[in-house]
Every structure is written in C-alpha cells, then in structure tokens.
C-alpha cells in the first residue's frame, strides 16, 4: 500500500520513515512526484494545519496521506513561536536565523524562565475521507547558545527534562525515544496497522 508523506521536511521525513519502519507500506515523499501542490498554513494550531497538508495531498494524489504539523511552545514567550516555529524569523527563515530570534528573545531570562516543550500533531486523511490524528509532547529548556549538529529545526537549543544535552547531541535513536515526533507517530503506527487502507 502505498502512502504519501505530506511534508517537505527532510529532517521530518527522515524522523518519520524510521519510527513507523512498516514493511507493508510504501511511502511516497515529494522527491517521487513531478508536481507538489502548496499547502497554506492558514490554521492556527498544529492540528488544524496537519489537517490541511494530509486533506490536500490525499485528495490531490488520491492515495492516503499522513501529515505532521509541530514546533516550539516557549512559556515566557506566551507559547511562541508555536505554529509559527518554522518562519519565526520570517518567511526566508532558515534553522539558524529562528535560533538567533529565540536565543536573543530569551537573553534576559535565567534558566528556570526557559521551560518549553515541542508539541508534533500527525494527520492520516484516507482515500474515502476518514481522519485518524495522534500527538506528542516532549517537555524541556532552551539553552544559552547552540550545541550539537544532528536532527532540525530547534533541536540545537533544546533540552530534554532528564538529559543534560541537547536534541542536537543525541543520536537520533535516543531522539526518536523521546521525541513529540517519536510519541505521535508510534500512535500512528498502531492505527496503520490496524486499518485496512
Ligand atoms: P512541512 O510543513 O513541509 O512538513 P515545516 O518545517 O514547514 O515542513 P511545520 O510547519 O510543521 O513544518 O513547522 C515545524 C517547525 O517546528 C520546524 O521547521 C522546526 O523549526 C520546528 N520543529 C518541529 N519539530 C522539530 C524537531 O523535532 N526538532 C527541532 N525543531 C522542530
């Protein structure tokens, strides 16, 4: 059975094939298609965009689609920068640019102010139009500066509660043991195997 994943996230994508690891399927990412349709993110949470990039390539395609919407919920930053986490610092935003906004957002907060979680909402939207949604949540800190080079995004300033490095410095295994991604789509995986797509 094949599936598309609606994403253009290499880091994502990667993070998602390994944590389902099902044979019984195929899944598709963009690199197998010459068109990809674009997917505004209008919703304002990550259930409501996950909901928007699974629904649009299902029906695009006409084969199930499984999407994830996540980011960076920072306390003192009022949840910022939440579904905004990957153009925090604007449209051209890449990884390092988001990091520089968050770390100099937080300057002036000691490391009890720094608490934060990433919170990841995978969509599976079928072929026949039935939604099936999961969530993760893995709690932590921001750092003070960047440390490590492995996975996306924030992980370089992230801190899991329990560890004393960053996302940055694990190997991905340990990663996707903890990860908001990790929880969310090993939910998933139950309800693929289950269901009969
Ligand atoms: P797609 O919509 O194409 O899947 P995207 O990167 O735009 O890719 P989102 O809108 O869901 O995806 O934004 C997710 C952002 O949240 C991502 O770009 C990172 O900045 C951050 N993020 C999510 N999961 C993360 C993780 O595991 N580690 C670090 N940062 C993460």
Redesign the pocket.
């Given at each position: 059975m094949k599936i598309v994943i609606?994403?253009?996230?290499e880091?994502?994508i990667t993070?998602i094939k390994k944590i389902l690891d099902l044979n019984s399927l195929e899944f598709l990412t963009y690199n197998d298609f010459i068109e990809w349709p674009e997917?505004e993110?209008t919703g304002s949470s990550?259930n409501e965009?996950?909901t928007l990039?699974a629904q649009k390539l299902a029906e695009y395609f006409k084969i199930p689609a499984l999407?994830?919407?996540?980011?960076?919920e920072v306390d003192v930053l009022g949840k910022e920068?939440g579904?905004y986490?990957?153009?925090?610092a604007g449209e051209l935003a890449t990884?390092e640019k988001?990091i520089i906004k968050l770390l100099d957002n937080l300057k002036e907060y000691p490391l009890e102010k720094r608490t934060a979680r990433?919170r990841?909402c995978a969509v599976l939207f079928t072929t026949t139009g039935e939604i099936f949604k999961t969530e993760g949540v893995?709690e932590g800190h921001i750092t003070f500066e960047s440390q490590g080079s492995n996975?996306?995004?924030?992980?370089p300033v992230?801190v899991p509660d329990g560890f004393d490095k960053t996302?940055a410095e694990l190997p991905i295994k340990v990663?996707n043991k903890i990860?908001?991604?990790g929880q969310a789509f090993r939910k998933m995986k139950d309800v693929l195997s289950k269901l009969k797509i």
């Open positions: 609606a994403s253009k996230n880091g994502k993070e997917v993110e990550f965009n996950a990039k999407a994830d919407d996540s980011g960076l920068p579904v986490s990957s153009r925090y990884d988001n990433f990841c893995c996975g996306f995004g924030y992980d992230f996302v990663k990860s908001h991604r």
